[in-house]
């Protein structure tokens, strides 16, 4: 089911950022310096090799190191810095983490040497987001049920469950497929991607005479695209993990890496898809309920649970909270979309898909300001563990913090902020894109007010006291 | 059934599915379950829940008390201290003339508590089990009762146990203590508390994840791994690669 709606009025989508800014962004590949280094062999494997060491490194340390996480490096450099910097890099280079990330140079590596490069199945393709999705909660559900974050070996597991599927990948199927059709956390940065600051794109006049495809067969100089983009007729960024190939292989230099405004594409989404928009709904559920599990209020949440169903039985308590949590943004961007439909007489499935993307924004933002509370209340775990790995102990009872409480409250409230324009500023452009101007204002109206709702629900779980992930 | 790509793949994500669920067990084996055993004593009811999963290290444990109609108790005097597995096994122990019997907890676990009454009685004084469970309702007959008292029993194995103290917590969620565990497999967390000059004392058994899982986890994981990639390679070397064709890049 892989439904992309038709807009009532043709979206004049411009083909870079061109129409922002009034004039032409730079290509940044035709700086030499960035434009060489990108083309040269050397990109991006410099940054492919030392996150595989790293993530060897981790590996180690979540299944052979200390077993409380505490104490655990890998625990630390993951959940605390890698899992709260990822969405920051989203924002300002887009999927680049997919280009270095070493599950997929472990598929590649797989892939080179005994590879069958099988096209990748047709119902991944078709039902690839919808497997995304699934996986994203199944995988934030078990992080709970199980303890994935707080147990050092829950986490090696989660880590070696994705190894063993990019290896599989890479064994039996061509490109990236798992990275492109069933990885979770592609599907994640897939999303957050469309809202970030890099867009890279075929030059229309050029491709438009092209015969050769070679950004997406591949040449002598390059593989083909990893995650099967072809460049010429690229309309998003969420897949595109900025690796270069294309511009390697182009035997016409047609591509061109630019600086775009953030959420700009989420203004000119020409298809928009139910699974998608389903998926921004979903992660605000999850930013939900990742919060309010940390709150110092979830004992007492968790004991009306339990009174409720009539069991201590965690994973029944646990799973009746995340459906809650999943479902209150999923309901009311449904009853907003219903509301909208009223107005502007299209189906609530349209206006829910249509508008699910403004979500990504203030997903970011909460993602981004939840995980900055364990950056910088935690921070210093790293350097301890750290230490503690080379034998130094520094003891239990020193702070890992790197700054005041209430000073990462304020920039969480600043994010939180952020999201809420930029969200509210996407509405407004969804409907001017799609809308006449007598129904533009009153089909955006509903959905600020949904932003603004979840931008307060965000705030207050903010403002109450939240329990340490280390 | 036949073999195709889209049940093959289908049957990949669910072997993998299964892999992880059964991993994530292995890995911690309890901790949801341990997450809520609840005891029932005079009414009172004892809950004691982990922050995490029980591995060999640091552990935080909070006790959660409430009173017969729900509300939880505060200015009671909690203490714990982690015994051998010894003690867990005579959970299975039943004692008519105790009103009480070997059971389960809330979720399924053997748990035992004993019941102390009267201002002088230490928790682990023999003399005291005589007065055990005389307030005994109907709901208690789940709960296991006997008599211990020595230390080297609890200890066999296990080392020197300490007694924890557990505080109240900041959130109000019970009272908090940090267990350490040194080894891995069966432990009981005993468990007293002295509420209004009444003394109960019960045994939550746990079990305890040891270091060595890591190692199996990875293991089983490489073997699996390699399979695949051994699998691959004959794969290869029966069939030629191929390139998708250009229409696919317009699949969407």
């Given amino acids: 089911m892989n439904k992309s709606i038709q807009t009532p009025i043709q979206i004049s989508e411009p083909a870079n950022a061109t129409a922002i800014s009034g004039r032409n962004p730079a290509n940044l590949l035709e700086n030499e310096l960035i434009g060489r280094f990108m083309r040269s062999k050397w990109y991006p494997g410099i940054f492919q090799w030392p996150t595989l060491a790293i993530f060897m490194l981790i590996m180690f340390e979540l299944l052979l190191g200390p077993t409380s996480a505490h104490d655990n490096f890998g625990t630390a450099l993951t959940w605390v810095l890698w899992w709260p910097v990822i969405p920051i890099l989203f924002l300002f280079l887009g999927r680049f983490w997919c280009a270095i990330c070493p599950f997929a140079t472990i598929n590649d590596v797989v892939q080179k040497f005994v590879g069958s490069n099988k096209p990748a199945p047709k119902f991944l393709r078709k039902y690839g987001i919808w497997i995304i999705d699934a996986l994203f909660i199944f995988v934030t559900w078990s992080d709970h049920v199980w303890g994935v974050v707080e147990n050092p070996v829950g986490s090696g597991v989660l880590m070696l469950t994705l190894t063993t599927g990019v290896v599989a990948s890479g064994a039996f199927f061509e490109r990236r497929t798992f990275c492109r059709y069933v990885c979770f956390l592609g599907g994640l940065s897939g999303n957050y991607a469309r809202a970030g600051m890099m867009q890279l794109r075929g030059t229309a006049e050029i491709c438009a005479t092209c015969t050769v495809a070679a950004c997406y067969k591949g040449s002598e100089k390059a593989q083909p695209c990893p995650l099967f983009e072809f460049p010429k007729t690229m309309t998003s960024s969420a897949n595109c993990n900025l690796c270069a190939s294309c511009a390697k292989n182009c035997p016409n230099d047609s591509i061109q890496l630019t600086v775009r405004p953030p959420s700009f594409e989420l203004w000119f989404v020409r298809k928009p898809k139910l699974e998608e928009a389903f998926l921004s709904a979903v992660i605000m559920g999850i930013v939900f309920v990742q919060n309010v599990t940390m709150l110092e209020a979830w004992p007492p949440i968790l004991r009306m649970l339990e009174k409720a169903v009539g069991t201590t039985n965690y994973a029944v308590t646990f799973s009746l909270a995340f459906l809650i949590s999943i479902i209150i943004p999923i309901a009311l961007l449904a009853l907003t979309s219903w509301i909208a439909s009223m107005i502007n007489r299209e189906s609530t499935l349209v206006n829910f898909t249509r508008f699910g993307y403004a979500l990504i924004v203030l997903d970011m933002a909460g993602h981004m300001a939840h995980n900055l509370f364990h950056l910088l209340a935690e921070g210093k775990a790293i350097l301890f563990t750290g230490m503690a790995l080379l034998g130094q102990d520094v003891g239990h009872d020193v702070s890992a913090a790197l700054m005041a409480p209430q000073t990462i409250q304020w920039l969480q409230f600043l994010l939180i902020g952020l999201g809420l324009a930029g969200s509210v500023y996407t509405c407004y452009r969804i409907a001017q894109s799609n809308y006449s101007a007598a129904n533009k204002w009153r089909t955006f109206a509903p959905y600020a007010v949904l932003m603004i709702l979840f931008a307060a629900m965000n705030i207050y779980l903010f403002i109450l006291p939240m329990a340490m992930r280390m | ?252």
Avoid at chain 2, 84 to 90: C, K, N, P, T, Y
Avoid at chain 2, 108 to 135: F, I, K, L, W
Avoid at chain 2, 225 to 233: E, H, R, T, V
């Fill in chain 2, 1 to 252: 059934m036949k073999i195709t790509y889209k049940t093959s793949i289908i049957a990949f994500l669910a072997i993998l599915i299964v892999m992880f669920v059964r991993a994530e067990k292995v890995g911690a084996v309890g901790s949801g379950e341990e997450l809520g055993q609840t005891i029932t004593v005079d009414g009172v009811s004892f809950t004691l829940r982990f922050d995490t999963v029980v591995s060999v290290g640091e552990v935080m444990a909070t006790l959660q008390i409430t009173d017969s109609v729900g509300n939880p108790v505060e200015g009671a005097v909690v203490e714990a201290r982690i015994t051998g597995a010894e003690l867990v096994v005579q959970t299975d122990h039943t004692d008519g003339s105790g009103g009480g019997h070997a059971g389960e907890g809330a979720d399924g676990h053997d748990t035992e508590a004993n019941a102390v009454h009267g201002d002088d009685v230490v928790a682990d004084d023999p003399a005291a089990m005589p007065e055990m469970g005389s307030g005994s309702t109907a709901e208690e007959s789940t709960i296991g009762m006997e008599e211990h008292g020595s230390d080297e029993g609890e200890d066999t194995g296990h080392g020197k146990s300490q007694i924890v103290a557990m505080h109240p917590s900041h959130s109000g969620a019970g009272y908090e203590g940090k267990l350490t565990f040194v080894n891995a497999g069966e432990h009981a967390i005993e468990v007293t508390a002295s509420i209004d000059g009444k003394v109960y004392q019960m045994n939550f058994p746990v079990k305890v994840v040891g270091a060595r899982t890591g190692a199996l986890v990875l293991g089983s994981f490489g073997a699996i791994n390699m399979a695949i990639i051994l699998f691959g390679y004959i794969l290869k070397k029966n069939s030629s690669s191929s390139i998708a064709p250009l229409k696919d890049a317009y699949h969407e």
